[in-house]
T-cell receptor, first 114, second 107 residues
Framework: SAVISQKPSRDICQRGTSLTIQCQVD?????MFWYRQQPGQSLTLIAT?????????ESGFVIDKFPISRPNLTFSTLTVSNLSPEDSSIYLC???????????FGPGTRLTVT | KNEVEQSPQNLTAQEGEFITINCSYS?????LHWLQQHPGGGIVSLFM???GKKKHGRLIATINIQEKHSSLHITASHPRDSAVYIC?????????FGTGTSLTVIP
C-alpha cells in the first residue's frame, strides 16, 4: 500500500488569501486525486491530477479556484484560492495503486477560513 | 437521493459491545470500501471487498451484491474504535461516498 503525507496538517487563513496543500507519496503512482470534505458532508472529488497533463476537474470545481500541479509521479499540490469561509473543509489527497478501485488516502489538511 | 446511504449516522456504545454499521447503495459497483476517519481528518482504508466477507482482527465486513448492502461489524468494541466510519463504492468510473457513521465507544 502507498504511504501518503500532506502538508500542512491544518491551517487557519484569512478571507481572500490562498493556501497551497502538498501531497507526497512514497512510491510512484499514475493517478492522484484531491477531495474536499465539508463539515458533516461526505467526500467530494475535486479533480484528478495526472502527471504531465492538465488536471481533470469535476463539475462545480474550476482551475482558477483550485489550481493543481503534478510535477512528478510522487508529488502534487492543490491551491485553494481567494479563500472564503465556505472553503473551510478537510482536503484529502488520495492515490490509486494496484487497481483503479484501490485507493489510499492521506491524513488530510484541515482548513479554517476566518 | 445519495448513491450511498449509511445507518446509523451516530452511534454510542459501551466498551465491549458488538457494533454494526450498515451501508446501502443504489449503483452498480466494482468494489466497496470501508474507511475509518480519525478526529484529525486522516482516512485509513479498512476493507475493500466485492463479494462475501472479510475479517481483520475485531473487524468484519460483509457485502450482499444482490441486495446492494454491506455491513461493518466491530466485536468487543474499544474506546480506540471511536471514529467516523465511511462506506465508499467504486462503480468502475468513480467513487461515491456515504456521509459516515460517527462511533463513540465509552469506557
Amino acid at each position: 500500500s502507498a504511504v501518503i503525507s500532506q502538508k500542512p496538517s491544518r491551517d487557519i487563513c484569512q478571507r481572500g488569501t490562498s493556501l497551497t496543500i502538498q501531497c507526497q507519496v512514497d512510491s510512484q503512482v499514475t493517478m492522484m486525486f484531491w477531495y474536499r470534505q465539508q463539515p458533516g458532508q461526505s467526500l467530494t472529488l475535486i479533480a484528478t491530477a495526472n502527471q504531465g497533463s492538465e488536471a481533470t476537474y469535476e463539475s462545480g470545481f474550476v482551475i482558477d479556484k483550485f489550481p493543481i500541479s503534478r510535477p512528478n509521479l510522487t508529488f502534487s499540490t492543490l491551491t485553494v484560492s481567494n479563500l472564503s469561509p465556505e472553503d473551510s473543509s478537510i482536503y484529502l489527497c488520495s492515490v490509486s495503486q494496484g487497481g483503479p478501485y484501490e485507493q489510499y488516502f492521506g491524513p488530510g489538511t484541515r482548513l479554517t477560513v476566518t | 437521493k445519495n448513491e450511498v446511504e449509511q445507518s446509523p449516522q451516530n452511534l454510542t456504545a459501551q466498551e465491549g459491545e458488538f457494533i454494526t454499521i450498515n451501508c446501502s447503495y443504489s449503483v452498480g459497483i466494482s468494489a466497496l470500501h470501508w474507511l475509518q476517519q480519525h478526529p484529525g481528518g486522516g482516512i485509513v482504508s479498512l476493507f475493500m471487498l466485492s463479494s462475501g466477507k472479510k475479517k481483520h482482527g475485531r473487524l468484519i465486513a460483509t457485502i450482499n451484491i444482490q441486495e446492494k448492502h454491506s455491513s461493518l461489524h466491530i466485536t468487543a468494541s474499544h474506546p480506540r474504535d471511536s471514529a467516523v466510519y465511511i462506506c465508499a463504492v467504486f462503480t468502475g468510473n468513480q467513487f461515491y461516498f456515504g456521509t459516515g457513521t460517527s462511533l463513540t465507544v465509552i469506557p
